[in-house]
């Protein structure tokens, strides 16, 4: 029997009303049969439901295609999954695979997930959504998954979670979602292994690409490791790069390299909390250019979003005991970056007084500092003003290097550092006032 088959040869219409989604099943679950194949949706517009996919199988949406989901909630079935880094029942993502292997979708079509409706209920009516609105696309617990050629836009909430799999390739895609749509980061692995992500284009509503690993609240932790990003442009969006605040099972052995960020709120990101526990580690950011963004470098262990953010522990500033619950960031590089008009902070870190930031380096790095910019907040992070024109500013910090790191256009605070050891500044300048001086500690 043929092994690449046309969804049009079990029934499906493309002109954007006829509902879709048992012709897609149908023909997924024929090469499921055959043991394997693709199934090709030609150019027209599929209005579809969820659709759930099968091992061996490459889905073809060719040029010309969209599939357009469904914004009717009785489409989604129910499925367990994670939502923000704990174990749920969840509505099923609009394409989804669990515990299936060798597969991949591609094409140069597009994929709608018509999210308007799930945004407005969210917003305004939240108490409707019996459970967390669906991804675009997730694959829970699955193994060799390549997501290329493909346009991607309108997400009910986030566009690209894989979860708790391994060796996941997104190659040459674009995310495009309205700057104001809640939640709707462009790629997130979860807890998963050996991720590549290359030459993408990410617009989005919420953080470009987040790297998570679980919550306190998830049983069985598992890390996110061995992640390499490169060739990626990334606009908009609340971070370009996002570390956490989901990191329980660690994040650790990452590198990204080669990529551009414009207009994005922050650009490097890493969040975390009291009660998340978990290291952040081995993280290595190179070749990155930055153009328009609210601050450069955040790292903040006081992130207060989510269940649990009004605790006491979690913007209490004296220090606790150190317990498994304790997070940690560590051996991180920034090398070789260029930011232009920043407008907040330079770079603010700010880690616990019971558990520094350590390890970290900033080499060969050059920050501009927008001219009369507005302030901004530079995270979520209660007690800290919005303020324009700032420098670095570390807090609990040891064994900081700062070398060839020159800030320009700094209305304030240069480099300003409490509660820290071990920092060092070699060859590194600011420019303040129209004088240039050397960036040293107040």
Excluded at 76 to 93: A, C, F, H, L, N
Excluded at 335 to 355: M, Q
Aim: proline share 4%; aromatic share 8%.
């Amino acid at each position: 029997m043929n092994s690449i088959v046309s969804i049009i040869d079990f029934g499906a219409i493309g002109d954007g009303k006829f509902i879709n989604t048992s012709a897609f099943q149908k023909a997924i679950q024929h090469i499921e049969n055959l043991g394997g194949g693709s199934v090709v949706v030609p150019a027209g517009t599929y209005y579809i439901g969820a659709i759930k996919l099968c091992s061996h199988l490459t889905l073809i949406i060719e040029s010309g295609a969209t599939l357009l989901f469904s914004d009717n909630i009785d489409d989604y079935p129910i499925v367990t999954s994670r939502w923000e880094g704990v174990k749920q029942d969840v509505y099923m993502p609009c394409i989804y695979g669990q515990n299936i292997k060798n597969v991949t979708i591609t094409g140069g079509g597009k994929i709608d997930g018509n999210g308007q409706k799930w945004w407005h209920i969210f917003r305004n009516d939240r108490g409707n959504l019996k459970y967390p609105r669906p991804y675009l696309i997730g694959f829970d617990f699955c193994e060799h998954v390549t997501i290329e050629k493909v346009f991607l836009t309108q997400s009910p909430s986030w566009t690209v979670h894989p979860m708790e799999s391994n060796n996941i390739v997104i190659d040459n895609i674009s995310i495009v979602n309205p700057a104001d749509s809640p939640n709707t980061d462009g790629i997130n692995p979860e807890s998963c292994r050996n991720v590549r992500i290359s030459n993408c284009y990410i617009d989005v509503g919420d953080d470009c690409i987040a790297i998570k690993a679980g919550t306190e609240e998830t049983a069985e932790k598992s890390p996110c490791e061995n992640i390499l990003i490169t060739n990626c442009n990334m606009i908009h969006g609340h971070g370009a790069i996002v570390l956490g605040s989901e990191m329980s099972g660690c994040i650790r052995n990452v590198t990204i390299t080669n990529c551009v960020f414009q207009k994005t709120d922050r650009g490097i990101r890493f969040k975390t909390r009291r009660g998340r526990g978990g290291t952040i580690s081995d993280i290595t950011f190179n070749n990155i250019v930055m153009d328009e963004v609210l601050s450069a470098f955040v790292m903040n262990y006081y992130y207060y979003c989510g269940p649990k953010g009004d605790d006491p522990i979690v913007w209490n500033k004296d220090p606790l005991p150190v317990n498994d619950t304790t997070p940690a960031c560590q051996n991180i590089s920034f090398s070789n970056i260029i930011a232009k008009n920043v407008r907040a902070y330079a770079g603010f870190l700010y880690g616990l007084p019971e558990s520094p930031i350590s390890n970290i380096s900033f080499d060969n790095i050059k920050i501009l500092m927008q001219l009369n910019a507005q302030a901004g907040e530079v995270d979520m992070f209660k007690g800290v003003k919005h303020e324009a024109g700032k420098g670095f500013f570390i807090e609990n910090a040891n064994s900081i290097l700062f070398n060839n790191v020159i800030v320009d256009n700094v209305i304030s605070d240069p480099l300003c550092i409490k509660n820290s050891t071990d920092v060092h500044v070699t060859q590194s300048f600011v420019k303040q006032n129209g004088k240039l001086s050397s960036l040293m500690a107040k």
